[in-house]
C-alpha cells in the first residue's frame, strides 16, 4: 500500500498524523453503551409473558381497552423520555443521563413487580418507557460520537444487536418463570406470582447497565462543547489511537462545528422558514417508517397471529422464535457489512424487499378459510401451500427488516445531524419513533379484525413509500466524520 507525498503511512491527506485506527477502546465502550439498547428491547418485550396473569389478577378479561392500554402505556413512556433525553443530555453529559436512565429501569422493574391495582402498574410501566426512550436516544448518539468514522457504521448497528438481545432474552426468561411455576399466575418465590418476577429481574441488567456506565468515558464532543478541551483530547486519544497532533487537529474541528454563541435547545430543530429544519424531517420521516411497515407486530403479535390463520399453539410459539433466532442472525449480518455496503443501498435493498415479502403475506392471508375443529368451533385456517407460504414470507421480511431499516436507522440517526444540533434533533426523531410504535400496536388488531390481508397490504404501500423517500431524501454518510454533516 502507497501514501501521499507528506503524509504517514495510512494517513488521510488533508489532516496531521496518522489515519484512526480500530481501538480495542472504541469497541469495548461502545458495547457498554449498547447495553442501553439491551434494556430497551427486554422492557419493551417482557410484559408479553405476564399479560395473561396480569388480566386474571386486575379483572381486565372485560376490559380489553384497559388492558392494552398498560401493555402499550411504555411506548407512550418512552417518546417522553426520548423527547427530554437530548436536551439533558447536552446540559447534563450522554453518561450522567445513561445512569438515569438505568435507575429508571431498575426502580419500575421492582414496582411493577410489586404492583397492587392495574393504575399503579400502568404508572410504572410508564416510567419503564421512560427509560427505554431515554437509552434510544443515548446509545446511538454516544456511539456515533465515540467512535472513529471507518467502523462507525458497525459499531452503531450494536444498538440494534442488543435490542434484539433483549427481546430474545425476555422472552426466554418469560418461558422459564413461567415453566417453572407451571404458569404465569401461579406463585414461585417469597409468595409471589411468576408474572411479578418477570418484570422484578429486569433490575439485574439495570445494574449492570448502571455501573458499566460509570465505566466508560463521557463524549468527546460534549466535552468540547462544555470546553473541557483536554479531557476531550485524553478521550479522543484513547478511542482513536492516532498520534498527539491529530488528536489536537480533531478537538480543534469539532470545536469549529460546535461553535455559536447559544447554547442548544429544541429551538434549534426549527428552520429559516416555518416548520423544521430538512435533515430534522428526514431523522423523524426514517423513525416513523421503519415502524409504520409494521414490523412489530410480529414481534408482538406473532404467536396470536399464526394461531388465528390455524397454526396451534406449540407451532405458534416455535414460529416466533424461529422470528426471534433470525432477527438475530440478520443483525448480525448487518454488523458485518454496514461498513462496506454503505447505508442507502442497504435501507433501498430492504424496503424492496419488504414490499414483496409483505404483498406475498397479504396475498397468503387473503387465502384463509374458516374450519370447524373438533369442539365444533370455527377457527380459520390456510389452506394447502399457503401456511407454509406465509411462514416463509413472514421470516423473509424479518431477515429484509434485520438487516437493513433495523439497524441502519439506528446508526443513520446517530451520523446525519450536525454536532451542534444531533442530540436535540434525534430526540424528537425518537419520539416520533415511539408514537409511530404506539399508533402500529394499537391499531393492529383492528385492521386485523377488519381484514389481515387489508393490514399486511398497507404496510407494504409503506414500505412501497420508505423506498421512494430513501432514493429522494437520504443522503449516504458511510465513511464520513461527523464534523461534514451540515444541517
Not at 242 to 253: F, L, N, P, W, Y
Not at 350 to 373: D, E, K
Not at 403 to 409: A, D, E, F, I
Not at 416 to 422: A, G, H, K, V, Y
Amino acid at each position: 500500500m502507497t501514501s501521499e507525498p507528506g503524509s504517514t503511512p495510512g494517513s488521510t491527506p488533508g489532516q496531521p498524523g496518522s489515519r484512526e485506527k480500530t481501538t480495542a477502546q472504541a469497541i469495548l465502550i461502545s458495547i457498554v453503551a449498547a447495553v442501553g439498547g439491551f434494556l430497551f428491547g427486554f422492557d419493551s418485550s417482557v410484559i408479553n409473558g405476564a399479560v395473561k396473569a396480569i388480566n386474571s389478577q386486575f379483572g381486565l378479561e372485560n376490559s380489553p381497552l384497559l388492558s392494552g392500554f398498560a401493555v402499550a402505556v411504555a411506548l407512550l413512556g418512552s417518546a417522553v423520555g426520548a423527547w427530554f433525553a437530548g436536551p439533558a443530555a447536552d446540559r447534563y453529559g450522554r453518561v450522567r443521563v445513561m445512569l438515569i436512565a438505568a435507575v429508571a429501569f431498575a426502580v419500575s422493574s421492582v414496582l411493577s413487580g410489586l404492583a397492587f391495582a392495574v393504575w399503579d402498574l400502568i404508572l410504572w410501566r410508564f416510567i419503564a418507557g421512560i427509560g427505554i426512550g431515554i437509552a434510544s436516544v443515548i446509545a446511538p448518539a454516544y456511539i456515533a460520537e465515540i467512535a472513529p468514522a471507518r467502523i462507525r457504521g458497525s459499531l452503531a448497528s450494536l444498538q440494534q444487536m442488543a435490542i434484539v438481545l433483549g427481546i430474545f432474552v425476555a422472552l426466554l426468561s418469560d418461558a422459564l418463570l413461567q415453566y417453572s411455576a407451571g404458569g404465569a399466575a401461579n406463585e414461585l418465590f417469597l409468595g409471589a406470582e411468576a408474572w411479578r418476577w418477570m418484570f422484578i429481574v429486569g433490575v439485574i441488567p439495570s445494574v449492570i447497565y448502571g455501573l458499566l456506565a460509570l465505566r466508560i468515558p463521557e463524549s468527546p464532543r460534549y466535552l468540547v462543547a462544555k470546553g473541557r478541551l483536554d479531557e476531550a483530547g485524553v478521550v479522543l486519544g484513547r478511542v482513536l489511537g492516532t498520534s498527539a497532533d491529530a488528536v489536537q487537529h480533531k478537538v480543534q474541528e469539532i470545536a469549529e462545528s460546535l461553535r455559536r454563541e447559544d447554547k442548544p435547545s429544541l429551538r434549534d430543530l426549527r428552520g429559516h422558514a416555518a416548520g423544521l429544519r430538512p435533515i430534522v424531517w428526514v431523522g423523524i420521516l426514517l423513525s416513523v417508517f421503519q415502524q409504520f411497515v409494521g414490523i412489530n407486530v410480529i414481534f408482538y403479535y406473532s404467536t396470536t397471529l399464526w394461531q388465528a390463520v390455524g397454526f396451534s399453539e406449540n407451532d405458534s410459539f416455535i414460529a416466533s422464535v424461529i422470528n426471534a433466532l433470525i432477527n438475530v442472525v440478520s443483525t448480525i449480518v448487518a454488523i458485518i457489512i454496514v461498513d462496506r455496503v454503505g447505508r442507502k443501498p442497504m435501507l433501498l435493498g430492504g424496503s424492496a424487499g419488504m414490499v414483496v415479502t409483505l404483498a406475498v403475506m397479504a396475498v397468503a392471508f387473503s387465502q384463509s378459510v374458516l374450519t370447524v375443529g373438533a369442539d365444533g368451533k370455527e377457527s380459520p385456517s390456510l389452506p394447502g401451500v399457503w401456511g407454509p407460504v406465509a411462514l416463509v414470507a413472514a421470516n423473509l421480511y424479518v431477515v429484509s427488516f434485520a438487516v437493513t431499516w433495523g439497524p441502519v436507522v439506528w446508526v443513520l440517526l446517530g451520523e446525519i445531524f450536525p454536532n451542534w444540533l444531533r442530540a436535540a434533533a434525534l430526540a424528537v426523531a425518537a419520539a416520533a419513533q415511539w408514537i409511530a410504535n404506539f399508533i402500529v400496536t394499537v391499531s393492529f388488531q383492528a385492521l386485523a379484525d377488519l381484514s389481515l390481508t387489508f393490514a399486511y397490504g398497507l404496510y407494504a404501500l409503506m414500505a412501497l413509500l420508505s423506498f421512494f423517500f430513501v432514493m429522494r431524501f437520504v443522503q449516504e454518510t458511510k465513511g464520513k466524520e461527523l464534523e461534514e454533516m451540515v444541517g
